[in-house]
Each structure stands twice: as structure tokens, then as C-alpha cells.
């Protein structure tokens, strides 16, 4: 995974409560089991209509929202446990999710494939959209290490929980099987070291 500190980007507002695995990526493109190859598929039944024309007012289509952070309403990721849908959103080039709450399951399926999950409060939230909804985008900071997201050009920043095991994974590029490769050394002197009595 690549490694994950800080992010300045153009927010890209889905100002939508509820929005559920299936509406993330349709079950009629679950049939491969590789990561690659499904951002073409984010959000189809928004991004395109029943003739495969782009939606031009939907946002991944609008040429000023080119960012690399999602802002959605709450209850982002609910519905099914597809991993597909972190799948999605990380291959369309997405690195993170601003929402007022997440799914479980999503936020677990989120941080195991590289893909931050920011929960913000209802009124950050709100204002993210409201700056979004004026003359131009809004662009938001994100800070892995100090666990701070902050919307530019305003005084207006929260800091943001994350479990400290994939904050380090995240941070230092890790999946499970790197981060116990990373710790290699420690554990052979651990087993060098150990007594055994029988």
C-alpha cells in the first residue's frame, strides 16, 4: 500500500445520508475477486445514465471536483460487507472519506486496503458542503500523524480517531503481512532469547 501522512485535496461533495455498498459499486460488477480495474464502475448508476452518458452534474463527472477526498452524508457504507466498495473508491484514486459516521464493517474493509475513513462531526460535515455549494470548491487537510483534518482558507479543524495499529500500518505503507515482516528482527532476538524447559 502506499504511504499515507498527509493530503491536501479539493473535496469532492455527496452530500447523501445513507449511501450503501450497492450504490458504491452494483453487485452486477462482483465478478472478479482482484482489487484492479473497479474504480470504472464508482458510483455507475449515479455517474451514467441508462444509455452509458455521463450524468454531467454528478460530481465525479464535474471537471473542478478532480480531488482525491470523498465527503459524504452520514451513515457512509452501510448495507452489505462488499469489500468491493473500498475496492472501488481506492482504484478510482480516491486516499480518503469524510463522513459524520460509517459503517463497521466499511471502515474496517477501508483501513485494511489503504483507504482513510475520516469521521468528522455533523456541524464540520455541514460545513464542508456549504463551502463546497459557493463559488468553488472546498479544499481540505488532512493529517494522518496528528490525527487533524482542517478545511483551508478557514480556522476550522477537528481532530479525528483512528485505531493506533492501522494508523501505523497506513502511515508506513503496511498491510498485515508487512507490518509482521517489519517486525522480523524483534521477533527472532525474542525467540534467540527464549529458556525453554521441559
Partial sequence: MEKFKTIISTALPL???DIDTDQIIPARYLKVTTKDGFGKFLFRDWRYDKKDQPITDFVLNR????????????????GSSREHAAWAI????????VSSFFADIFKENALNNGLLP???SESFLEEIFKI??????AVL???????????????????FEINGYKKECMINGYDDIDYLLSLKKEIEDYENNLSITY
Fill in 132 to 137: 463546497s455549494a459557493s463559488s468553488k470548491p
Fill in 63 to 78: 471537471p473542478e471536483y478532480d480531488g482525491k477526498i470523498l465527503v459524504a452524508g452520514k451513515n457512509f457504507g452501510c
Fill in 118 to 120: 475520516v469521521q468528522v
Fill in 141 to 159: 487537510k488532512i493529517d494522518l500523524e496528528n490525527q487533524e483534518i482542517s478545511l483551508e482558507d478557514t480556522s476550522l479543524s477537528e481532530n
Fill in 15 to 17: 452530500p447523501i445520508n
Fill in 90 to 97: 481506492s482504484d478510482y484514486g480516491i486516499k480518503a472519506v
